[in-house]
């Protein structure tokens, strides 16, 4: 029988750009677009700076482009750096089944090596569409819920799968080397929730790590070395190791080619938690529609599904950190009331510090609530919230949603995209070079060397 990184590396040796939905191609070019803006916008991030530092003995490589910057490096030092920035502000895209940043992982690495190897646009999709789908697959199968419980940060279990698995399709290894790198892969499989403690900065590294140890691992697996090919479903795979639930095996190769899970998505239109997106759309739609002030706010009541309440932090905690109040979903409510929107301002110090956020933080009650919990279960994209406002003078109004923007049945518009992606560039690499990449993205499939996009990702050099 064969093993699932068998099946796996089948998959991406026969898949084709021509076979590839037209749906699922242009879900490529949105999110390999929004992982670049983030990724250029947290170039200047302390995380970002701190991991390019120290990668300076690499520097004289002059590979591939460090984004943002006018700086060049190794390939390897290039996936850690540039996954690092992508995720320096928790404004990467989410597998909503699979809770894992895939496009953080895949676009640092596969940009590098293209950069490199003068790859064509169509390898490129080629490479991250099967990266993508077979890393969602495996989060799917680990079952998130038992991961965060058990202190696991699903990105950076699952992530180095797909950073392997795209390596290797642009590198060319054959079937056998492709199905040794995922064997290596699940030995780099490592990231915790620690961080959650005190907001401190490993959150930030594990796209960056996972699309490093991916590319190590397909390079590895180039020059002969092995890697056991039931990693996965083994007695002592990654499956038993981390997760023991195999009541969701079936999904790892159901449906394989006829469905592709990159249309589950989310591109996160708010700087936090990817689930918080749906409270913070209700907020914001009550106070326009009823016109309310923050000020008449006397109470709040917010339900989430049990599976976004895991990330919540206590309302009476008081953030310390970006990340800390990332993950309050009271203060990102706070904020959004007093502010009307939530983006990367609202997480600068200063606001963390704003006595009136910091009171009616204080004011806002959230739990997990079981119908929520259900719709989610129900459908993997539906990340609901459902938020209550008491005022002052007694009046109550509620709102719920179960779709938060670019969910599949809410998706953001390509204006949308480009809008968010032009707001984080523009001031790193310039209006003119922001046009061009979008432009290129979705021109993708026809380029001949998508190092002409990565070279673009740099800031000018005059």
């Known amino acids: 029988m064969k093993s699932l990184t068998e099946h796996y590396a089948e998959f991406a040796m026969q898949l084709r750009a021509e076979d590839i939905p037209s749906e699922v191609k242009e879900r490529v070019s949105d999110l390999i677009l929004d992982t670049l803006g983030v990724g250029i916008a947290g170039s200047d991030s302390p995380p970002a700076v701190m ?77 991250y569409t099967a990266a993508y789908e077979v890393t969602a697959r495996i989060g799917v199968v680990g079952n998130a819920k038992i991961l965060y419980g058990k202190g696991f940060h699903c990105t950076g279990l699952g992530g180095p799968f797909g950073a392997a698995l795209a390596s290797g399709i642009v590198m060319g290894l054959d079937k056998s080397e492709l199905v040794n790198a995922l064997g290596i892969a699940g030995s780099f499989s490592s990231g915790l929730l620690e961080f959650q403690s005190d907001g ?22 180039k020059e002969g070395f092995t890697g056991p090919a039931t990693i996965l479903e083994g007695k002592k795979g990654w499956l038993n190791a981390f997760s023991g639930d195999f009541s969701r095996i079936d999904s790892a190769t159901k449906g394989l080619g006829d469905y592709f899970e990159i249309l589950e998505t989310h591109v996160k239109i708010y700087p936090c938690i990817s689930g918080f997106s749906a409270s913070i759309e209700c907020l914001l739609i009550l106070m326009e529609k009823y016109q309310l002030l923050p000020e008449q706010i006397e109470s709040m009541d917010v339900g989430v599904r049990d599976l976004t309440f895991t990330w919540v932090r206590p309302p009476t905690e008081i953030p310390q950190t970006i990340l800390s109040a990332q993950m309050n979903l009271a203060y990102c409510l706070a904020v959004a009331a007093y502010d009307q929107q939530v983006k990367l301002a609202q997480f600068s110090e200063d606001r963390l510090k704003d006595p009136k956020v910091l009171a009616l933080m204080q004011r806002i009650k959230i739990s997990p609530d079981q119908e929520l919990t259900d719709l989610n279960k129900q459908d993997s994209v539906c990340l609901p919230g459902r938020v209550t406002i008491k005022t002052k003078d007694g009046q109550h109004y509620q709102h719920q949603l ?61």
């Open 402 to 462: 179960n779709y938060a923007k670019d969910s599949r049945g809410n998706r953001a518009s390509r204006a949308e995209l480009e809008e968010k992606f032009f707001g984080l560039t523009r001031s790193y690499i310039g209006d003119r070079r922001s046009k061009k990449i979008a432009k290129k993205i979705y021109e993708l499939e026809q380029m001949e060397d998508v190092g002409k996009i990565a070279k673009l990702c740099g800031a000018p050099t005059g």
């Open 200 to 221: 401190s900065m490993t959150k930030r590294l594990h796209p960056g790590v996972a699309s490093w140890h991916g590319m190590t691992a397909a390079a590895l697996a």
């Open 51 to 127: 991991a390019r530092r120290s990668m300076k003995g690499q520097t004289s490589f002059k590979e591939a482009t460090l984004w943002g910057t006018k700086e060049r490096s190794s390939v390897y030092s290039a996936a850690l750096v540039n996954g690092t920035a992508s995720h320096a502000y928790d404004y990467d895209d989410t597998h909503n089944w699979a809770e894992i940043h895939i496009s953080g992982v895949l676009v640092p690495c596969l940009l590098a090596l293209g950069e490199k190897m003068r790859i064509p646009g169509r390898k490129i999709i080629e490479a």
